[in-house]
């Protein structure tokens, strides 16, 4: 199947969280893209976040479960212009829903014309500055600032990209297991959390070991609960019953919350 069909599900969902007194996240989902995807979001509230999390399944470049394959022609990681690996994917994001745009060789052509690289993609996400001068009365997702709109087609690039190179998976794993920081500003905190929502569907839907594995490193229970729905969701894109998605995620070992005292 295309990427460009198996990615337009996906495209409904974005987490709103919110980070309460300690510094922790806890929040909420919103919904960022339009209904106009090919099948409506499933939805499972809680007395804390309620999260869409019907998507697509993809394939995991990582898995040899998957049967023999043409190995992975990979993706240099030259040096490329931050703004220039940034434009190409909002071209890459834009293009994607529309059925006659070629995903893999608009990629394949953009690497090799030193527009996009994983390493150009990987250290912009890693750096939130652009989040932190976000303004106080923003709507971070509802409102669609451009340096979320463009940290959200970036890591969705990341993710297409991993169809021909793991390392793509490598630099959301990296990503995803930042540390929040503390004292962030309430509209930061959002943006952040969102991200990782992301992120952590990605993983889940490409390769099941590896986000469970980064999930747990997270070692912070608040942002673990409230990324439990991702993973969730991710299972459920790559073939899980949304039945057997939960009792999978639900087994995880999460640790307690620290008590005050």
């Known amino acids: ?6 990615r337009t599900r996906s495209s409904l969902r974005r987490l709103l969280a919110i980070a309460a007194g300690t510094g922790v996240v806890i929040g909420g989902v919103l919904l960022l893209r339009s209904a106009t995807s090919p099948s409506s979001s499933a939805t ?8 869409a999390a ?3 399944a993809a394939r995991d470049p990582r898995s040899a479960d998957r049967g023999a394959a043409t190995p992975p022609t990979g993706l240099p990681d030259s040096r490329v212009a931050p703004a220039v690996a940034r434009e190409a994917a909002l071209e890459y994001s834009k293009g994607r829903f529309n059925a006659f745009f070629d995903e893999k060789l608009f990629l394949a052509s953009a690497v090799g014309d030193g527009r996009l690289s994983i ?3 990987k250290d912009q996400l890693l750096d939130i500055e652009e989040l932190k001068a976000l303004p106080r009365d923003v709507h971070v997702l ?4 451009a340096a979320v709109v463009e940290r959200m087609a970036m890591i969705d690039t990341l993710e297409a990209m991993s169809e021909v190179d793991a390392g793509a998976l490598d630099a959301l794993v990296e990503i995803g297991a930042k540390p929040l920081e503390t004292g962030l500003a309430m509209q930061t905190k959002r943006a952040v959390a ?3 929502y992301d992120i952590f569907v990605a993983l889940a839907r490409k390769n099941w070991e590896l986000a469970k594995h980064t999930f747990l490193d997270l ?4 942002l673990m609960d409230l990324l439990k729905p991702a993973l969730i969701g991710g299972l459920v894109d790559s073939g899980l019953s949304r039945a057997e998605a939960v009792r999978t995620v639900d087994a995880l070992a999460i640790p307690p919350a620290p008590q005050n005292g």
């Open 54 to 56: 019907d998507s697509h």
């Open 194 to 196: 969102a991200e990782k």
């Open 1 to 6: 199947m295309p990427i460009w069909t198996q």
């Open 219 to 222: 070692r912070n229970p608040a």
């Open 44 to 51: 499972e509230a809680t007395s804390r976040n309620a999260v």
């Open 119 to 121: 390493k150009a993609l």
């Open 142 to 145: 509802t409102g669609k600032p």
